[in-house]
Nanobody, 126 residues
Framework: QVQLVESGGGLVQAGASLRLSCIAS????????MAWFRQAPGKEREYVAG????????YYADSVKGRFTVSRDNAKNTLFLQMNSLRPEDTAVYYC???????????????????WGKGTKVTVSS
């Protein structure tokens, strides 16, 4: 009954921008920790950006600071990821994740999240 649906991925050139969206249903969106993860073939799933529970704080991986911005629209139960200055190393499947109980100390750990979307593919060419 919980559903997270990502969209907005695509094929772009280095330096371009994309905005990803995640529409959530079946959860109390305002009280859940929400995050973006990404995974490239042969690599571990890694944290990108997200919100703590209640949305009071935002966190970013060092690799995307200054380039990506995470935001949310509570009225539409939607999480966004604005990605600017994209690089080939940003190429991955991007996943939306949600959890009701996660603490800030462990929000970067994918195993701590109970709910996941199916992902949206981002490919950045040189």
């Amino acid at each position: 009954q919980v559903q997270l649906v990502e969209s907005g991925g695509g094929l772009v050139q280095a330096g371009a921008s994309l905005r990803l969206s995640c529409i959530a249903s079946g959860i109390n969106f305002r009280t859940y920790a929400m995050a973006w993860f990404r995974q490239a073939p042969g690599k571990e799933r890694e944290y990108v950006a997200g919100f703590s529970r209640t949305g009071g704080y935002t966190y970013y991986a060092d690799s995307v600071k200054g380039r990506f911005t995470v935001s949310r629209d509570n009225a539409k139960n939607t999480l966004f990821l604005q990605m600017n200055s994209l690089r080939p190393e940003d190429t991955a499947v991007y996943y939306c994740a949600a959890d009701q109980r996660i603490n800030t100390s462990s929000l970067r750990l994918p195993a701590q999240y109970d709910y996941w979307g199916k992902g949206t593919k981002v490919t950045v060419s040189s």
